[in-house]
Protein backbone atom coordinates (compact mmCIF):
# COMPACT_ATOMS: atom_id res chain seq x y z
CA UNK A 1 0.00 0.00 0.00
CA UNK A 2 1.32 3.14 -1.01
CA UNK A 3 2.50 5.98 1.91
CA UNK A 4 -0.51 8.62 0.38
CA UNK A 5 -3.28 6.40 0.54
CA UNK A 6 -5.46 5.93 3.74
CA UNK A 7 -5.74 2.19 5.34
CA UNK A 8 -8.78 0.72 6.58
CA UNK A 9 -10.27 1.79 10.12
CA UNK A 10 -8.38 -0.59 12.69
CA UNK A 11 -10.89 -1.87 15.54
CA UNK A 12 -14.77 -1.39 16.41
CA UNK A 13 -13.99 0.28 19.97
CA UNK A 14 -16.28 3.00 22.12
CA UNK A 15 -14.08 5.60 21.85
CA UNK A 16 -13.48 7.84 25.34
CA UNK A 17 -12.71 11.60 23.95
CA UNK A 18 -9.60 13.47 25.48
CA UNK A 19 -10.07 15.34 28.51
CA UNK A 20 -8.43 18.39 26.78
CA UNK A 21 -10.44 18.55 23.55
CA UNK A 22 -14.37 19.26 23.01
CA UNK A 23 -15.72 16.56 21.68
CA UNK A 24 -19.32 16.95 19.76
CA UNK A 25 -22.20 15.19 21.63
CA UNK A 26 -22.81 13.55 18.52
CA UNK A 27 -19.60 11.86 18.15
CA UNK A 28 -20.12 10.87 22.05
CA UNK A 29 -19.70 7.26 21.44
CA UNK A 30 -19.80 5.65 18.40
CA UNK A 31 -18.72 2.36 16.87
CA UNK A 32 -15.78 1.37 14.33
CA UNK A 33 -15.98 -1.37 12.17
CA UNK A 34 -13.06 -3.48 12.76
CA UNK A 35 -11.69 -5.78 15.05
CA UNK A 36 -14.22 -8.84 14.48
CA UNK A 37 -14.40 -10.64 17.88
CA UNK A 38 -11.63 -8.64 19.99
CA UNK A 39 -12.99 -6.98 23.37
CA UNK A 40 -11.74 -3.22 22.95
CA UNK A 41 -13.44 -0.74 25.15
CA UNK A 42 -12.22 2.82 25.96
CA UNK A 43 -12.33 4.18 29.20
CA UNK A 44 -9.89 6.33 31.52
CA UNK A 45 -8.54 4.46 34.44
CA UNK A 46 -9.74 6.15 37.74
CA UNK A 47 -7.72 4.36 40.18
CA UNK A 48 -4.88 6.51 41.05
CA UNK A 49 -3.98 4.12 43.97
CA UNK A 50 -2.39 0.94 41.79
CA UNK A 51 1.01 3.58 41.06
CA UNK A 52 3.01 2.61 43.88
CA UNK A 53 6.08 4.68 44.65
CA UNK A 54 9.41 2.69 44.87
CA UNK A 55 10.70 1.98 48.78
CA UNK A 56 13.84 -0.22 47.98
CA UNK A 57 17.29 1.50 48.31
CA UNK A 58 19.73 -0.29 45.88
CA UNK A 59 23.30 1.65 45.24
CA UNK A 60 26.20 0.86 43.47
CA UNK A 61 27.70 -0.17 46.26
CA UNK A 62 25.74 -3.65 46.20
CA UNK A 63 27.43 -4.10 42.88
CA UNK A 64 23.91 -3.45 41.21
CA UNK A 65 25.59 -1.00 38.27
CA UNK A 66 28.56 -2.39 37.03
CA UNK A 67 30.06 1.28 36.11
CA UNK A 68 33.15 2.73 37.47
CA UNK A 69 31.18 5.31 39.24
CA UNK A 70 30.15 2.97 41.36
CA UNK A 71 33.67 3.51 43.46
CA UNK A 72 32.17 7.54 44.08
CA UNK A 73 30.83 7.01 47.01
CA UNK A 74 28.68 9.81 46.30
CA UNK A 75 27.30 8.72 43.32
CA UNK A 76 24.98 6.10 44.77
CA UNK A 77 21.44 4.95 43.25
CA UNK A 78 18.79 5.90 45.96
CA UNK A 79 15.37 4.62 46.11
CA UNK A 80 12.87 7.36 44.56
CA UNK A 81 11.99 9.63 47.10
CA UNK A 82 15.31 9.90 47.99
CA UNK A 83 17.07 10.13 44.58
CA UNK A 84 17.51 13.23 42.02
CA UNK A 85 14.75 15.52 41.86
CA UNK A 86 13.02 15.24 38.51
CA UNK A 87 10.95 18.51 39.28
CA UNK A 88 11.57 20.92 36.75
CA UNK A 89 13.67 24.01 37.62
CA UNK A 90 11.46 26.69 37.25
CA UNK A 91 7.62 26.91 37.35
CA UNK A 92 6.66 26.80 33.79
CA UNK A 93 6.10 23.77 31.46
CA UNK A 94 8.06 20.98 32.60
CA UNK A 95 10.87 20.23 30.02
CA UNK A 96 11.45 17.34 27.78
CA UNK A 97 13.49 15.68 30.04
CA UNK A 98 11.10 16.34 32.94
CA UNK A 99 8.03 14.68 31.22
CA UNK A 100 10.24 11.59 29.86
CA UNK A 101 11.96 10.87 33.13
CA UNK A 102 8.30 11.30 35.28
CA UNK A 103 7.02 9.23 33.09
CA UNK A 104 9.75 6.49 33.19
CA UNK A 105 9.54 6.43 37.17
CA UNK A 106 5.90 5.63 37.27
CA UNK A 107 5.84 3.17 35.18
CA UNK A 108 8.84 1.12 36.26
CA UNK A 109 7.17 1.80 39.76
CA UNK A 110 4.36 -0.48 38.73
CA UNK A 111 4.74 -4.03 38.72
CA UNK A 112 4.16 -5.60 35.61
CA UNK A 113 5.00 -9.13 35.98
CA UNK A 114 3.47 -11.21 32.81
CA UNK A 115 0.32 -11.99 33.70
CA UNK A 116 -0.46 -9.31 36.13
CA UNK A 117 -0.16 -6.15 33.63
CA UNK A 118 -3.73 -4.54 34.29
CA UNK A 119 -2.57 -2.08 37.03
CA UNK A 120 0.33 -0.60 33.99
CA UNK A 121 -2.18 -0.85 31.51
CA UNK A 122 -4.34 1.60 33.39
CA UNK A 123 -2.25 4.05 33.88
CA UNK A 124 -1.33 4.08 30.36
CA UNK A 125 -4.94 4.95 29.60
CA UNK A 126 -5.15 7.64 31.62
CA UNK A 127 -2.36 9.23 31.32
CA UNK A 128 -2.69 9.03 27.45
CA UNK A 129 -6.54 10.37 27.80
CA UNK A 130 -5.11 13.16 29.67
CA UNK A 131 -2.93 13.98 26.79
CA UNK A 132 -5.29 14.25 23.80
CA UNK A 133 -5.36 10.25 23.12
CA UNK A 134 -8.16 8.35 22.20
CA UNK A 135 -7.23 5.24 24.34
CA UNK A 136 -8.82 1.99 24.00
CA UNK A 137 -8.58 -1.42 25.69
CA UNK A 138 -8.34 -4.73 24.08
CA UNK A 139 -8.53 -7.28 26.07
CA UNK A 140 -6.52 -10.64 26.40
CA UNK A 141 -7.20 -13.87 28.08
CA UNK A 142 -5.83 -14.79 31.39
CA UNK A 143 -3.17 -16.53 31.89
CA UNK A 144 -0.92 -17.86 34.99
CA UNK A 145 -0.31 -14.97 37.21
CA UNK A 146 -3.45 -13.30 36.53
CA UNK A 147 -4.75 -12.56 39.70
CA UNK A 148 -8.97 -12.78 40.31
CA UNK A 149 -10.93 -10.42 39.15
CA UNK A 150 -7.97 -8.69 37.27
CA UNK A 151 -8.56 -7.82 33.37
CA UNK A 152 -5.61 -8.37 31.17
CA UNK A 153 -5.29 -5.89 27.96
CA UNK A 154 -3.54 -4.25 25.90
CA UNK A 155 -3.70 -0.20 24.96
CA UNK A 156 -4.18 0.98 21.71
CA UNK A 157 -4.15 5.19 21.39
CA UNK A 158 -4.10 7.95 18.82
CA UNK A 159 -4.99 11.70 18.70
CA UNK A 160 -7.72 13.01 16.03
CA UNK A 161 -11.30 12.07 16.15
CA UNK A 162 -12.47 8.97 14.24
CA UNK A 163 -11.27 5.86 13.32
CA UNK A 164 -7.63 4.08 13.89
CA UNK A 165 -6.50 4.23 10.72
CA UNK A 166 -2.67 4.56 10.81
CA UNK A 167 -0.09 4.23 8.47
CA UNK A 168 2.16 3.60 10.94
CA UNK A 169 2.08 1.79 14.65
CA UNK A 170 4.51 2.44 17.59
CA UNK A 171 4.39 -0.74 19.34
CA UNK A 172 6.01 -1.89 22.64
CA UNK A 173 5.53 -4.40 25.60
CA UNK A 174 4.39 -3.29 29.25
CA UNK A 175 5.15 -6.81 31.01
CA UNK A 176 8.29 -7.87 32.50
CA UNK A 177 10.17 -10.98 33.93
CA UNK A 178 9.94 -11.31 37.80
CA UNK A 179 10.88 -10.45 40.36
CA UNK A 180 10.00 -7.12 40.32
CA UNK A 181 12.64 -4.17 41.60
CA UNK A 182 11.54 -0.46 42.68
CA UNK A 183 12.78 2.29 40.64
CA UNK A 184 15.88 4.15 42.02
CA UNK A 185 17.46 7.13 40.34
CA UNK A 186 21.22 7.90 41.36
CA UNK A 187 21.30 10.83 43.49
CA UNK A 188 22.88 14.42 42.62
CA UNK A 189 21.84 16.92 39.71
CA UNK A 190 20.49 14.77 36.97
CA UNK A 191 22.44 14.52 33.74
CA UNK A 192 22.83 12.47 31.00
CA UNK A 193 25.01 10.08 32.85
CA UNK A 194 22.49 9.96 35.75
CA UNK A 195 21.55 6.20 35.78
CA UNK A 196 18.41 4.70 36.47
CA UNK A 197 17.24 1.37 38.01
CA UNK A 198 14.60 -0.79 38.05
CA UNK A 199 12.74 -3.88 36.88
CA UNK A 200 11.63 -3.06 32.99
CA UNK A 201 13.54 0.27 33.19
CA UNK A 202 15.44 -1.14 29.84
CA UNK A 203 13.12 -3.97 28.69
CA UNK A 204 10.65 -2.57 27.97
CA UNK A 205 9.72 0.61 29.76
CA UNK A 206 12.41 2.48 28.15
CA UNK A 207 10.86 2.13 24.94
CA UNK A 208 7.04 3.04 25.63
CA UNK A 209 8.25 6.17 27.48
CA UNK A 210 10.55 7.47 25.25
CA UNK A 211 7.94 6.44 22.48
CA UNK A 212 5.26 8.55 24.16
CA UNK A 213 7.09 11.18 24.23
CA UNK A 214 8.57 11.18 20.72
CA UNK A 215 4.91 11.28 19.29
CA UNK A 216 3.58 13.86 21.83
CA UNK A 217 6.31 16.39 19.91
CA UNK A 218 5.68 15.58 16.81
CA UNK A 219 2.33 15.94 17.16
CA UNK A 220 2.60 19.47 19.47
CA UNK A 221 5.29 20.41 16.28
CA UNK A 222 2.53 19.36 13.41
CA UNK A 223 5.00 16.90 12.10
CA UNK A 224 2.50 14.38 11.95
CA UNK A 225 -1.52 14.45 11.40
CA UNK A 226 -3.92 13.00 13.78
CA UNK A 227 -4.48 9.69 13.05
CA UNK A 228 -1.27 8.82 11.13
CA UNK A 229 0.27 6.90 14.33
CA UNK A 230 -1.27 4.22 16.71
CA UNK A 231 0.32 3.95 19.70
CA UNK A 232 0.26 -0.08 20.98
CA UNK A 233 1.17 -1.95 24.03
CA UNK A 234 1.17 -5.47 24.69
CA UNK A 235 0.64 -7.63 27.45
CA UNK A 236 2.60 -11.40 27.18
CA UNK A 237 6.04 -10.65 25.39
CA UNK A 238 8.08 -12.08 27.58
CA UNK A 239 6.15 -15.44 28.43
CA UNK A 240 4.26 -16.20 24.99
CA UNK A 241 3.60 -12.62 23.01
CA UNK A 242 -0.19 -13.35 23.32
CA UNK A 243 -1.27 -9.83 23.29
CA UNK A 244 0.57 -9.34 20.06
CA UNK A 245 -1.26 -12.01 18.97
CA UNK A 246 -4.24 -11.04 20.10
CA UNK A 247 -4.04 -7.91 18.00
CA UNK A 248 -2.87 -9.54 15.21
CA UNK A 249 -5.74 -12.23 15.10
CA UNK A 250 -8.19 -9.22 15.60
CA UNK A 251 -6.75 -7.72 12.04
CA UNK A 252 -6.99 -11.23 10.64
CA UNK A 253 -10.86 -11.58 11.24
CA UNK A 254 -11.50 -8.79 8.95
CA UNK A 255 -11.44 -11.00 5.92
CA UNK A 256 -13.85 -8.15 3.47
CA UNK A 257 -11.10 -5.38 4.04
CA UNK A 258 -8.07 -6.58 6.34
CA UNK A 259 -6.30 -3.07 8.27
CA UNK A 260 -3.23 -2.20 6.69
CA UNK A 261 -0.52 -0.12 7.66
CA UNK A 262 2.77 0.64 5.96
CA UNK A 263 5.12 0.02 9.09
CA UNK A 264 5.21 -1.10 12.72
CA UNK A 265 8.05 0.42 15.15
CA UNK A 266 8.88 -2.50 17.73
CA UNK A 267 10.65 -1.23 20.86
CA UNK A 268 13.05 -3.28 22.61
CA UNK A 269 17.20 -2.56 23.97
CA UNK A 270 19.01 -2.26 20.90
CA UNK A 271 21.32 0.16 22.32
CA UNK A 272 19.70 3.02 20.27
CA UNK A 273 21.45 1.21 17.00
CA UNK A 274 18.49 0.36 14.68
CA UNK A 275 18.68 -3.68 14.43
CA UNK A 276 18.62 -5.54 11.24
CA UNK A 277 17.18 -8.72 12.59
CA UNK A 278 17.14 -10.95 15.31
CA UNK A 279 17.46 -15.14 15.86
CA UNK A 280 14.45 -17.02 15.79
CA UNK A 281 13.75 -19.17 18.97
CA UNK A 282 12.63 -22.81 19.62
CA UNK A 283 11.28 -23.48 22.84
CA UNK A 284 11.11 -27.32 24.34
CA UNK A 285 10.70 -29.48 26.86
CA UNK A 286 12.55 -33.22 26.90
CA UNK A 287 11.32 -36.20 29.03
CA UNK A 288 13.31 -39.05 29.07
CA UNK A 289 11.56 -42.36 31.11
CA UNK A 290 14.10 -45.07 31.95
CA UNK A 291 13.48 -47.73 34.26
CA UNK A 292 14.27 -47.51 38.33
CA UNK A 293 16.44 -49.91 40.49
CA UNK A 294 18.91 -50.00 43.04
CA UNK A 295 22.21 -47.74 42.19
CA UNK A 296 24.27 -50.87 42.93
CA UNK A 297 23.26 -52.67 40.05
CA UNK A 298 22.79 -50.47 37.34
CA UNK A 299 22.90 -52.42 34.46
CA UNK A 300 19.56 -54.05 35.94
CA UNK A 301 17.88 -50.55 35.33
CA UNK A 302 17.68 -47.95 32.45
CA UNK A 303 19.31 -44.30 34.08
CA UNK A 304 16.91 -41.66 32.49
CA UNK A 305 19.61 -39.16 33.95
CA UNK A 306 22.60 -40.74 32.29
CA UNK A 307 20.55 -41.11 28.89
CA UNK A 308 19.44 -36.98 28.86
CA UNK A 309 22.96 -36.46 29.73
CA UNK A 310 23.99 -38.07 26.59
CA UNK A 311 21.53 -35.85 24.80
CA UNK A 312 22.44 -33.21 25.97
CA UNK A 313 26.01 -33.20 25.29
CA UNK A 314 25.32 -34.17 21.81
CA UNK A 315 22.92 -31.82 20.64
CA UNK A 316 25.74 -28.86 21.77
CA UNK A 317 28.04 -30.57 20.13
CA UNK A 318 25.91 -30.47 16.79
CA UNK A 319 25.47 -27.60 14.16
CA UNK A 320 21.82 -26.66 14.47
CA UNK A 321 22.41 -24.41 11.44
CA UNK A 322 24.10 -21.02 11.25
CA UNK A 323 23.87 -17.80 8.92
CA UNK A 324 26.04 -15.38 7.62
CA UNK A 325 23.92 -12.39 9.49
CA UNK A 326 23.40 -14.08 12.54
CA UNK A 327 26.00 -16.72 13.18
CA UNK A 328 25.35 -20.06 14.79
CA UNK A 329 22.38 -21.57 16.31
CA UNK A 330 22.79 -21.80 19.97
CA UNK A 331 20.56 -24.09 22.69
CA UNK A 332 20.48 -23.50 26.18
CA UNK A 333 19.62 -26.29 28.84
CA UNK A 334 17.69 -23.73 31.11
CA UNK A 335 16.43 -26.83 33.54
CA UNK A 336 17.43 -30.20 34.10
CA UNK A 337 15.73 -32.20 36.69
CA UNK A 338 15.61 -35.56 37.38
CA UNK A 339 15.76 -38.67 39.58
CA UNK A 340 14.58 -39.27 43.51
CA UNK A 341 17.71 -40.12 45.47
CA UNK A 342 21.41 -40.53 45.16
CA UNK A 343 20.84 -44.40 45.76
CA UNK A 344 17.94 -44.83 42.93
CA UNK A 345 18.02 -45.10 39.16
CA UNK A 346 16.20 -42.43 37.89
CA UNK A 347 13.10 -43.31 36.26
CA UNK A 348 12.58 -39.68 35.09
CA UNK A 349 14.32 -36.48 33.52
CA UNK A 350 13.05 -33.37 32.39
CA UNK A 351 14.88 -30.88 30.85
CA UNK A 352 13.41 -27.87 29.37
CA UNK A 353 15.68 -25.66 26.66
CA UNK A 354 15.60 -22.41 24.25
CA UNK A 355 17.46 -22.70 20.99
CA UNK A 356 18.28 -19.41 19.35
CA UNK A 357 18.19 -20.17 15.75
CA UNK A 358 20.00 -18.34 13.23
CA UNK A 359 18.52 -19.64 10.01
CA UNK A 360 15.38 -18.83 8.39
CA UNK A 361 12.98 -18.87 6.71
CA UNK A 362 10.95 -16.76 9.87
CA UNK A 363 7.94 -19.11 9.51
CA UNK A 364 10.05 -22.87 9.33
CA UNK A 365 13.60 -22.14 10.28
CA UNK A 366 13.02 -23.82 13.54
CA UNK A 367 11.33 -26.56 12.55
CA UNK A 368 14.42 -27.24 10.79
CA UNK A 369 16.49 -27.24 14.13
CA UNK A 370 14.02 -29.30 15.60
CA UNK A 371 14.41 -31.99 13.58
CA UNK A 372 17.76 -32.11 13.84
CA UNK A 373 17.10 -32.07 17.86
CA UNK A 374 14.48 -35.11 17.33
CA UNK A 375 17.40 -37.04 15.02
CA UNK A 376 20.00 -36.58 17.94
CA UNK A 377 17.90 -37.81 20.44
CA UNK A 378 16.60 -41.35 18.54
CA UNK A 379 20.39 -41.58 17.93
CA UNK A 380 21.18 -41.77 21.89
CA UNK A 381 17.83 -44.04 22.25
CA UNK A 382 15.01 -44.75 20.03
CA UNK A 383 12.49 -45.27 22.87
CA UNK A 384 12.93 -43.43 25.91
CA UNK A 385 12.68 -39.36 24.95
CA UNK A 386 9.40 -37.06 24.09
CA UNK A 387 10.25 -33.84 22.88
CA UNK A 388 7.27 -31.30 23.15
CA UNK A 389 7.66 -27.37 21.83
CA UNK A 390 5.27 -24.81 22.91
CA UNK A 391 6.48 -22.53 20.01
CA UNK A 392 9.19 -21.45 17.81
CA UNK A 393 10.16 -19.29 14.80
CA UNK A 394 12.91 -19.25 12.45
CA UNK A 395 15.32 -15.67 12.14
CA UNK A 396 13.74 -12.16 11.84
CA UNK A 397 15.03 -9.51 9.43
CA UNK A 398 13.94 -6.31 9.73
CA UNK A 399 14.48 -3.10 8.22
CA UNK A 400 17.75 -0.80 8.85
CA UNK A 401 18.51 1.01 5.95
CA UNK A 402 17.97 4.70 7.48
CA UNK A 403 20.39 7.28 7.68
CA UNK A 404 21.59 8.09 10.81
CA UNK A 405 21.45 5.18 12.74
CA UNK A 406 24.47 2.36 13.76
CA UNK A 407 23.28 -1.10 12.92
CA UNK A 408 23.30 -4.07 14.83
CA UNK A 409 21.73 -7.86 15.12
CA UNK A 410 20.60 -9.12 18.25
CA UNK A 411 20.15 -13.06 19.73
CA UNK A 412 16.69 -12.56 21.74
CA UNK A 413 13.17 -12.89 20.50
CA UNK A 414 10.33 -10.07 19.91
CA UNK A 415 7.06 -9.99 19.17
CA UNK A 416 7.56 -9.15 15.36
CA UNK A 417 6.56 -12.77 14.71
CA UNK A 418 3.58 -12.61 15.85
CA UNK A 419 2.20 -9.77 13.77
CA UNK A 420 1.56 -11.18 10.43
CA UNK A 421 1.18 -8.81 7.48
CA UNK A 422 3.28 -6.80 4.62
CA UNK A 423 4.78 -3.89 6.36
CA UNK A 424 7.87 -2.68 7.07
CA UNK A 425 9.61 -3.74 10.78
CA UNK A 426 11.66 -1.55 12.51
CA UNK A 427 13.32 -2.63 15.71
CA UNK A 428 15.28 -0.03 17.52
CA UNK A 429 15.10 1.49 21.67
CA UNK A 430 17.09 2.13 24.72
CA UNK A 431 19.15 0.08 26.78
CA UNK A 432 21.46 -2.45 26.36
CA UNK A 433 19.81 -6.25 26.58
CA UNK A 434 23.17 -7.89 28.49
CA UNK A 435 22.01 -6.25 31.65
CA UNK A 436 17.91 -6.76 30.90
CA UNK A 437 16.60 -9.67 33.22
CA UNK A 438 18.91 -9.24 35.96
CA UNK A 439 19.52 -7.94 39.39
CA UNK A 440 21.52 -4.91 37.54
CA UNK A 441 19.05 -3.59 34.96
CA UNK A 442 19.91 -0.25 34.27
CA UNK A 443 20.18 2.50 31.81
CA UNK A 444 21.15 6.23 31.84
CA UNK A 445 18.63 9.30 30.98
CA UNK A 446 21.05 10.14 27.98
CA UNK A 447 19.82 6.55 26.72
CA UNK A 448 16.37 7.40 27.11
CA UNK A 449 16.96 11.06 25.83
CA UNK A 450 18.27 9.66 22.49
CA UNK A 451 16.06 7.02 22.22
CA UNK A 452 12.82 9.44 21.85
CA UNK A 453 15.49 11.15 18.63
CA UNK A 454 15.43 8.04 17.37
CA UNK A 455 12.28 6.79 17.42
CA UNK A 456 11.06 11.02 16.03
CA UNK A 457 13.77 9.79 12.76
CA UNK A 458 11.76 6.31 12.74
CA UNK A 459 8.39 7.75 12.35
CA UNK A 460 8.71 10.46 10.59
CA UNK A 461 11.15 8.23 8.31
CA UNK A 462 8.43 5.44 7.99
CA UNK A 463 5.35 8.14 7.18
CA UNK A 464 7.60 9.24 4.38
CA UNK A 465 8.26 5.94 2.79
Avoid at 80 to 102: F, T, Y
Avoid at 115 to 142: I, K, P
Avoid at 443 to 458: F, M, R
Wanted: overall charge negative; some cysteine; glycine content about 12%.
Amino acid sequence: MSGSSRPEPLAEVEVVHSTTTRPNPSLASFSIAGLVGAEVEGRAATDKGTMRSSSAVICCALGLVPWASCHEPQRRLHAAHQGASLQSPHNGAPSLRDELLHLHKELVSIPSISGDENAVGSFLVEYLTERGYNAERQFVEARDGTPNGKERFNVLAWKGEGTASPKVVVTSHVDVVPPHIPYGIQSGKVSGDTMIKGRGSVDAKGSVASMIVALNQLHGTNSVSAGDVMLLFVVGEEVSGDGMRAFGDSLARRAKHPAQFNAVIFGEPTENKLACGHKGGLFCDVVATGVPGHSGYPWLGKSANELMARAMVKILDADLGSSELFGDTTFNIGRFQGGVAGNVIPETAVVKFAARVAIGPESSGHLIVKEKVERILDEVDEEVFELTCTHGFGSVESNCDVDGFEKITVNYGTDIPNLAGNHTRYLYGPGNILVAHGARENLTVADLEEAVEGYQKLIVHALQQ
